[in-house]
């Protein structure tokens, strides 16, 4: 049994938090206070592409992206840790092939990945790829979605609406999951590749966020939307194995640790402001403020430690879902103590609107809702637990 | 790196100390209960799978095992019976000042003498408060409880050190509240001769840190039981035509009380391991001790709870683990004194709060 970290990530850890401090907060604080996503053309997504990140794992032809060094996961958890104490609204915004990259070099064909992943390989500018699942009407119950696929010919027809959808108006491609028929629920679902200015994709709508304001969560709509058959993920072949909906939940189930991770950054960044606070108001010869520090840098440190046995695990190739359910419940509802006791101490200091605590407080809350809400979660590991049917 | 695999060793102690729980302390614990011991069959086991001098120094015959294997035994010796646990280990975490403070030399003239004397206890109080009176060479004051009756030794653990009393204090044997395979009893001091003591802040803490995690790991095993037992009897119990598992209330409530065993589990493995790797770990044992207390208040009604009008009953082991998980939180001075341990710790210094001692997570 090990705890500690090699030398090589607390290097990383340095960096990123250099870079953090640096860039990623002030780039935070900007959005929050203009009330609106990064635009495109900030510096701050050039200075991020000139520093090398955005690209995609994937080297070419053959590759299957690169090989990942070990404890991969349990690395990017903590890197992601580290990001999202600075700001995770503007992590989030970053540019790259994003949430749908692992599907497609898991998944995708490779001429897809010729295609797709590609121009992500030396980018020549700002990239943003996405992922569409979420509907009005389907939020965590992703079985639900409604979006249609038709067969016509040699193009696939798309028609519905999806919500919430980050970075969607710029990216390069949404990767769309549809339904062939909306009665035979997760069997039935696909994804799709829809490239930018593919006629029938539109409505584009930049939703008005309370917090994590840096990224742009977009609602659009899918309109007898033709794509190329070419542009199925996988191919027809693959979901003959029924594999349509496993393929959307192998994100999910890999991105609830994250999220997890995400929530735990911004709870170690509103204690740490509390504490300084605290501090500065001479209020920790309290016992009863020392009693409430003291609960949530435990529960801060008991959700990281969850975090990262959901990111082993999955590093080891076993199963985690009730870990990755458990981390995201946690992490997330530890945030949010951690943001409102932040808002406590600060009083009426707080209720100005211009602290730093009052932005974590209005970020932490999306934590505990995208990707599947605590409740969800718990939902989620009872069927694991005691077999709680899914209906 | 991080690594959560015990590895071979430590699972091999695991299957050792659950395998014993199971056939040896859970087919009894309702005959220890009652008798306030365990039975001659059951020391015969223990001594046979060699898990009695686990921690104790290899000079002196023991394994010499550490923080790590402590707590993975512990856990499945609580869930089997954590009073007989405690009736199973005649040093117990008085065995911690013993080692920190006074070392090999305290350990024989003290310790070992207990291992040779079936049935003898030394149990340790920890006076965080300062409640008990030293004057001169005499000790005076009163302890309201102590899991054994009848002490054959007492180690009093203090801020800046620890004191040994062999002899002169008055046991009043308890009921107890739970525990009481181990015994019950309260001490009175009256002038009580003074055998050994020594001061050494640091050592002190260390001393406490350990004994925060001994009891910690034990108190894990019986909510690990408790939510596990209730659980499974969810699973089979059928109200308004399904199991009571599958209505949403009690769902989550399972769920929770998964997450509540799972996360202080890590806590302590955590700060077992800094304790073992020579990192700072006291604050982290704290915490761990404290997380796991509060992990009881919800598991230890719960499970009673989950079984209903059958966990009230005697019947079932529910009842016994609510008891005994309180009683295990009321242990080492409590939760009160670790968590004002930690978060004094965590208020003096500047931020950013470490969630990790330097180097390490």
Not at chain 1, 128 to 136: G, H, Q, R, S, V
Not at chain 1, 148 to 172: M, Q, V
Not at chain 1, 217 to 242: I, K, M, Q
Not at chain 2, 266 to 290: K, M, T, Y
Request: proline share 5%; charged share 25%.
């Amino acid at each position: 049994m090990d705890f500690s970290i090699d030398a090589k990530l607390r290097d990383r850890l340095e960096v990123e938090r250099a870079w953090g401090r640096e860039r990623v907060r002030p780039a935070g604080l900007e959005a929050d206070r203009q009330g609106s996503p990064l635009a495109q053309d900030h510096p701050y997504f050039q200075d991020f592409v000139a520093r090398g990140e955005g690209r995609t794992r994937w080297h070419g032809p053959g590759s299957k992206g690169e090989v990942p060094p070990p404890g991969v996961v349990v690395r990017a958890l903590l890197v992601s840790e580290e990001l999202a104490y600075w700001d995770r609204g503007v992590i989030v915004a970053s540019p790259g092939p994003g949430l749908p990259e692992p599907n497609v070099l898991a998944l995708g064909t490779e001429e897809q990945k010729e295609r797709f992943l590609g121009p992500f390989v030396a980018l020549d500018r700002p990239r943003w790829a996405c992922f569409a699942m979420t509907e009005p009407s389907a939020g965590s119950d992703a079985a639900a979605i409604c979006t249609t696929a038709r067969k016509d010919g040699d193009h696939w027809i798309l028609n519905g609406a999806k919500c919430f959808i980050g970075n969607a108006s710029r990216a390069d491609w949404i990767l769309v999951q549809a339904t062939l028929d909306p009665s035979k629920g997760r069997d039935a679902q696909r994804s799709f590749f829809v490239e930018k200015g593919t006629p029938g994709l539109g409505g584009f709508k930049i939703e008005k966020k309370m917090g994590l304001k840096a990224y742009e969560s977009t609602s659009f709509s899918l309109v007898d939307c033709r794509v190329p058959a070419s542009n199925l993920l996988g191919g027809e072949a693959r979901y003959e194995r029924r594999a349509g909906f496993k393929t959307a939940m192998r994100t999910f189930n890999a991105g609830r640790p994250v999220i997890a991770a995400n929530a735990v950054g911004i709870g170690r960044a509103a204690l740490d402001e509390a504490l300084a606070f605290a501090r500065n108001a001479d209020r920790l010869g309290d016992p009863r403020i020392r009693d409430r520090i003291e609960a949530l840098a435990r529960r801060l440190r008991m959700a990281r430690l969850c975090c990262l046995r959901a990111g082993w695990l999955a590093d080891h190739g076993k199963p985690n879902i009730v870990e990755a359910s458990m981390s995201k419940a946690l992490g997330a509802t530890v945030a949010e103590e951690a943001t409102s006791l932040g808002m406590e101490l600060l009083g009426a200091v707080g209720a100005r609107g211009d602290h730093l605590i009052e932005k974590l407080y209005r970020d932490a809350k999306a934590m505990d809702i995208v990707e599947g809400t605590g409740q969800i979660q718990r939902v989620i590991m009872a069927r694991q637990l005691v077999k709680l049917p899914r209906s | 790196m991080i690594d959560l695999d015990p590895g071979d060793d430590l699972e091999l102690l695991r299957q050792t100390a659950r395998s014993f729980a199971l056939e040896e302390l859970v087919p009894r614990l309702r005959d220890a209960e009652a008798d306030r011991a365990v039975s001659a069959s059951v020391r015969a086991a223990f001594a046979q799978i060699g898990l009695a001098g686990l921690e104790l120094p290899e000079s002196l015959g023991g394994a010499e095992l550490g923080p790590l294997a402590r707590a993975f035994v512990n856990e499945e010796l609580g869930a089997g019976d954590a009073g007989a646990a405690l009736a199973l280990d005649p040093l117990g975490p008085a065995l911690y000042p013993l080692l920190e403070l006074g070392g090999e030399p305290a350990l024989v003239e003290y310790g070992l003498p207990l291992l040779e004397e079936e049935g003898a206890r030394a149990v340790l109080v920890c006076d965080d408060d300062a409640s008990l009176e030293v004057v001169g060479d005499r000790l005076s004051g009163w302890v309201p409880w102590v899991p054994a009756d009848r002490p054959d030794l007492v180690v009093v653990l203090t801020r800046d050190g620890a004191l040994v009393l062999r002899e002169g204090f008055e046991s009043e044997v308890l009921r107890g509240a739970g525990l009481r395979a181990a015994g019950a009893s309260a001490l009175r001091f009256d002038a009580v001769p003074v055998a050994a003591q020594w001061r050494d802040t640091a050592a002190a803490a260390r001393a406490r840190g350990r004994a925060r995690l001994y009891a910690a790991s034990l108190l894990l095993g019986v909510l690990r039981h408790g939510a596990e037992f209730s659980r499974d009897y969810a699973q089979q119990r059928v109200a308004f035509g399904r199991p009571i598992a599958h209505h949403q209330g009690l769902a989550f409530l399972i769920t929770d009380m998964h997450m509540a065993v799972e996360g202080a589990r890590l806590l302590i493995h955590e700060a077992a391991w800094r304790a073992e790797s020579a990192h700072p770990f006291e604050d982290a044992a704290a915490s761990a001790w404290v997380e796991t207390v509060s992990a009881s208040v919800l598991v230890g009604p719960a499970c009673v709870q989950i079984l209903g009008g059958h966990g009230f009953m005697q019947d079932y082991p529910m009842e016994k683990a609510m008891r005994e998980a309180r009683a295990l939180g009321l242990w080492l001075g409590g939760a009160d004194a670790a968590r004002e341990d930690a978060g004094r710790a965590l208020c003096a210094g500047p931020p950013p709060v470490a969630l990790s001692a330097g180097g390490i997570l």
